[in-house]
């Protein structure tokens, strides 16, 4: 996955997904805050540029403090492609099993995909 830093990238990112409103605001909110400073020292990641699959928002690594708080490994996530989606599950680097971590879409299939990909690794999905 690529972590999108250049303002220009963020800003045609943040185009884009307004047209697909109201499916891409759990990432729209976090691009646009990225793009503008990033308080929150969140990062934009995409499976490619500028033709994207996936573009999935977290709080950078090395914010984290405690490997059990799934509120602080919060997951945003918007796929135009349920094959990224897929992949992003089964194994990249950029979900790390080694933390809990929450994650949010407001796509049809997300919770199916999740759940497929807990069940095929013996992991528990509450």
Known sequence: ????RCPAQLQL??????????TTLPVLGTVMTVARGNPASHEVLVDSWPHFGIVLTRLRP?????PKDYYTNQ????????GALQALLE?????????AFQI?????????AVQE?????????E
């Open 104 to 112: 949010l879409g407001m796509q049809d299939g997300l919770d199916q």
């Open 13 to 22: 990112l943040e185009e884009t997904l307004r047209k697909s409103l109201p």
């Open 62 to 66: 090395e914010e984290h403090r405690d």
């Open 75 to 82: 997951l945003s996530v918007f796929y135009r492609d349920k």
């Open 1 to 4: 996955m690529l972590i999108l």
């Open 91 to 99: 194994g990249t680097e950029a979900v790390t099993r080694e933390r």
């Open 117 to 125: 990909a807990a069940s095929a690794r013996g992991l528990k999905v």
